[in-house]
């Protein structure tokens, strides 16, 4: 593989191109966990070497020398990369079938080049370039926008359909903090921006926006938005969609400014049609959002239920209720028994029996007190006990860690994914009941036992969301083993009336269900819409749409 130099290497995204984040964040796996896999799975926990990049061979680039200089005129040389370094990072994105194809020592896909635009000005020149490339005789461009490489859907995959080549459209370079309103609490971010870096910026002012999804170290502001994302302190500032005040997309169709007041009756709400796009109508460069004081007071508190239903009565009555917690979730008996909700000290047992709650509250002091009061009344009286604020304390200090310990498990000869879902809280039961039997029939079909574990990560009025985490032996083909796993349990969601995704996205993975999640007339008014603002359709192809 090529090597760039110091300036080419500055704009490379800062995640392992075979693993999760930052390579110097990743730990062995303890003791305790090789002990539990060797005892419920059958892994003897030995590990296998990783395939170096420079010993990936990835597939020729196919932008012809033409394109490639006329991209560069746009953006400038030092921000189109065609050497290999660039197009490996942005082969796709961080699901356990992005890993484990890139164990793959044959030929590997890749992005054909990669541009770094910075300004709305060069994203539109490079639509209309790529749109109108489509016509000409050396085979059109299609487009895959890229933000901080986190999706675990497929949304990052360069499939090509009918086009000839594919770039990667890196966001990275929109890190302003545009502008602040603190009289109205709303600012204007960048779209590349990263959760921590959009934190930074506005803690320098006062504020936060609250947002903290697991993939909060390294995902970006356009990611949150095009992908309706949901952080993990939604009980108490909602999802991102929530958040958005107004967005600017570049579309080939021209420029959508959205979002003139906080609510409005003018007509559908456009702002929530670019809102989980997944870049497949045009790219986000741009989002005002709701952004609060950075608290002043926080208080946690964990609490034990005798089983799962009693804890998800419990977490359904603080909602209805109204109490205000920021944080609250709920794990099952078996992701409790293993101690992941922590994820400091997995596989080492620190709560005997029933099921973890976690709870945490943020706001002036006096806000604090007064809706923990109320949640702890109200988690008491439905028979909660609690342990006190240090498991939830534990749970906090290690949250964005759990998908490092996924790269360490797939080393090891374990397989390893999470995915989620969300319903009604009537049909939360029967929902966890199909998803495990589905996981479980499936993969022992393989030839392993699964290790099935839940949480509520999300909670609403009306329901909740199912997160769950599956371990498994290897088996075979990995890929196919994990497939055919993934498909059942996305049939069993069906099947129970639940969505395909509450906030992984759509992308490839999850789009041969999205006929089933709005019908064949919601395909259609997708369709309509794409042909629309992507008449030559060059927009993430193979993504979100049937």
């Known amino acids: 593989m090529t090597r760039p130099d110091d300036q080419q290497t500055a704009m490379l995204p800062p995640m392992k191109w075979n693993a999760w984040g930052d390579p110097a964040a990743a730990t062995p796996l303890s003791d305790g966990i090789r002990a539990l896999l060797k005892q419920a799975l059958g892994v003897d926990g030995a590990t296998t070497p990783d395939l170096e990049a420079q010993d990936v061979e990835l597939r020729p680039s196919a932008l012809t020398d033409a394109h490639s200089d006329r991209l560069a005129q746009i953006v400038g040389a030092a921000y189109c990369r065609v050497d290999d370094q660039a197009r490996l990072l942005r082969a796709g994105g961080k699901s356990t079938l992005d890993l484990l194809r890139r164990k793959d020592s044959g030929v590997q896909d890749a992005p054909d080049a990669v541009l770094l635009p910075g300004s709305d000005d060069e994203i539109a020149a490079i639509l209309r370039y790529c749109s109108d490339s489509a016509g000409r005789r050396e085979g059109g461009i299609a487009i895959v926008p890229f933000g901080g490489g986190t999706s675990v859907v497929g949304g990052l995959d360069p499939i090509r359909g009918d086009f000839s080549a594919v770039v990667s ?129 926080t208080s946690y508190e964990a ?107 797939l080393a090891a000869g374990a397989l ?33 036992p699964a290790l099935v574990l839940c949480h509520i990560s999300h909670v609403y009025p009306t329901g909740a969301s199912l997160y769950f985490t599956v371990v498994a032996g290897q088996r075979g083909n990995p890929i196919e083993q994990w497939h055919k796993a993934k498909t059942a ?24 269900w999205m006929r089933d999640e709005i019908g064949d007339l919601g395909v259609e008014v997708l369709r309509a819409v794409k042909t629309t603002l992507d008449p030559a359709g060059i927009l993430n192809p193979g993504k979100l749409i049937p």
């Open 169 to 297: 459209l890196d966001l990275r370079r929109l890190t302003e903090l545009h502008s602040l309103d603190e009289v109205s609490g709303e600012a204007e971010l960048g779209a590349g921006l990263t959760g921590p870096e959009a934190e930074r910026l506005l803690a320098e002012r006062g504020f936060s926006l609250g947002h903290f999804p697991q993939s909060f170290q390294f995902a970006t502001i356009g990611g949150f938005a095009a992908t309706r994302s949901s952080g993990q302190d939604s009980a108490g500032y909602g999802r991102f969609n929530d958040m958005v005040r107004g967005l600017r997309t570049v579309t080939p169709a021209g420029v959508l400014d959205l979002g003139r007041a906080p609510e409005s009756a003018a007509g559908p709400d456009l702002r929530q049609l670019m809102i989980g796009s997944e870049g497949v109508f045009g790219i986000i460069t741009r989002v005002r959002v709701k952004v609060h004081p950075v608290p002043a007071a």
């Open 303 to 409: 609490w034990s239920f005798p089983d799962f239903a009693t804890g998800a009565d419990a977490l359904r009555a603080v909602v209805q209720t109204g109490a205000g917690p920021t944080v609250i979730r709920l794990s099952d008996e078996a992701e409790t028994g293993v101690n992941l909700a922590t994820t400091e000290r997995i596989g080492e047992q620190q709560i005997t029996g029933g099921c973890l709650a976690i709870t945490a509250f943020e706001g002036s002091q006096a806000h604090v007190e007064s809706r923990h009061a109320e949640t702890r009344a109200v988690m008491q009286a439905a028979g909660g006990t609690s342990l006190g604020e240090a498991p939830a304390r534990a749970w906090e200090h290690g949250r964005f860690n759990a998908p490092y310990l996924r790269d360490s498990l």
């Open 416 to 448: 390893c994914e999470t995915l989620e879902t969300a319903t009604n809280w009537s049909n939360v039961p029967a929902l966890k009941a199909a998803v495990t039997e589905a996981l479980t029939k499936s993969l022992g079909e393989s030839g392993t």
């Open 489 to 512: 349990a996305s049939e069993a969601m069906m099947r129970t009336g639940a969505t395909i995704t509450h906030h992984h996205a759509v992308g490839a993975d999850h789009r041969p």
